[in-house]
């Protein structure tokens, strides 16, 4: 996931893929024991998002006995993954690039021989700008997300007064947090590393990662990492000294083979037709806008709009959004669904933007820029697009991505399409030197589309996922649950299929 919605790979902060830290959510449910399912039973996969596509994928590839259905109210698989070709230009309209730390995506590439798609970051103007008093400035180099691990970049950074500075530097001494529970990454960071760190960097770059509110952000559920480092370590700065000195002796692990992070070459959406097309034929229905789903004495039925006929299952798996999940749920499993709507939904607005490069004044050397709340600006974050990839801009242009809403400026989700442009372009202008008419632009509204971990996030997914365990023949997987990035969800997709098959096999 990532700056920049989740942009993850403007947190290249450093410049040095080696030196950034994974964020694994809790993964720490068990798994529900169900019985071996029937030869040629059939099942339903409710979205064709990637986790839908995954579920389909892991479940036709340990039984292809199964008769599967993915059904998709779209025209076309990928979900939220979707890429236009416009003008020579690449756009993203949602994900761009995925982390290969965490293995879920880079395995199922190479199961499916689509590693060989993958291409890595530009090895050139990595790092991020900060907004800062209305300046750009860049990420203080060897911090890595939360941990400033070089005494240089932190004293001359000039994101932070003498004061932030020795309170970060301070942060060695600061004794481990005694009580247990979760905790906001506000709180976790004001108390670690002090008010001006949080505001001026850790807010931005975070809370930018997941748009969401840090007051209410969770750690155990997005930054559990940290969380233990402090347990474990003592600190952010002993554990990120730590974790330098392992990863430095690290070159077989796959984010030191491939890159930190990878995207297909020809766009996101390619990674969607590849699981597509690997499936039995007629698994992928289009156009089926499932409406409920309920028990019955056999199985399962799901009803679908516009068609009067319930269709019969033997299982079910729900891979949709928490809200639509919520609702297709709604009227035969009440409690179930409300406790998913417990789970909040933040968007934003992105505005993928081409200009020529000869429109624009600054160097552009970084990936993006994450913006502080306090800089009181319109936009959560801007990606350059055309500096982190090859291929996503033709020569002598430049593609932006410009973020805007999210959890804390909901109110701009709902400007029109001309207030959005308006207001991005002067912030690419005010910021960048960008001058000129954009050669054009897309406007995408992912709105209730990230879903936010909020303090007890982990509790209320162990709820969940405890309903869920009670009731059989279905399963739940997604972003709403324990981690929002690809490989989370594939991980996601993994585990309900074993849960399904009631085995490991999977
Ligand atoms: C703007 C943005 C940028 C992101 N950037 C990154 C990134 O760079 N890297 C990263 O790792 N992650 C990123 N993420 C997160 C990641 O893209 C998502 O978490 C992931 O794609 C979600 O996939 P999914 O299959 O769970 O859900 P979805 O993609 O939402 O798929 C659900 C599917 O269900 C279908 N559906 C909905 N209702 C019904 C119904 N009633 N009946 C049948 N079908 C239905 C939908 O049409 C859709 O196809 C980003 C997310 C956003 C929004």
Redesign the pocket.
Known sequence: ??G??????ILQCTGDNSAIIVLPPCMNYTVNASPEIAANSRVAI????????STAYYLQKSRPDLQLSV????TQ?????QTVHRNGFLV????????TREPE?LELCEELGFADQLIPTNSENRGAFLVHRGKLQKMPEGWTMMTPTSLWSTITTPLLSLRGKLRVLGEYFIPRRKESSDESLASFTRRRLGREAFDNIIQPLIGGIYTADPEKLSMNATLKAFVDMEREDGGLIRGGLKQLRNRQSDTTSTGARYGMFVAPRDGMQTLADAIVNVLPARTMEYG????GVQATETGMAVT??NDSTKREYDKVIV???SQ?TA??LRENFPQLSETIDDIPLS??N?LCMAYARKDIDHPLDAFGIVCPIKENRPVIAISISSQKFAGRAPDDHVLFRV?VGGALQPNLLDLTDEQLIQSSREQLKELLGVRGEPLFTEI?R?HK???QYHVGHVELVDSIEAQVAKIPNLEL????YRG??????IR?AKNAVQRLLGNADA
């Open positions: 996931m990532s920049i919605g989740y942009d993850t790979n409710i979205g064709a998002g990637i986790t839908g596509l059904l998709e109210a779209g698989a990928g979900g939220i993954l993203e309209l949602g994900p761009d690039m995925f982390i995506a089926v806008q499932v409406t679908v709009e891979t949709t959004s639509i609702e297709l968007g934003a992105v973020f995408v992912w589309k990230m879903p997987a997604g972003n709403a929002v990035g690809i490989p989370f969800c996601s």
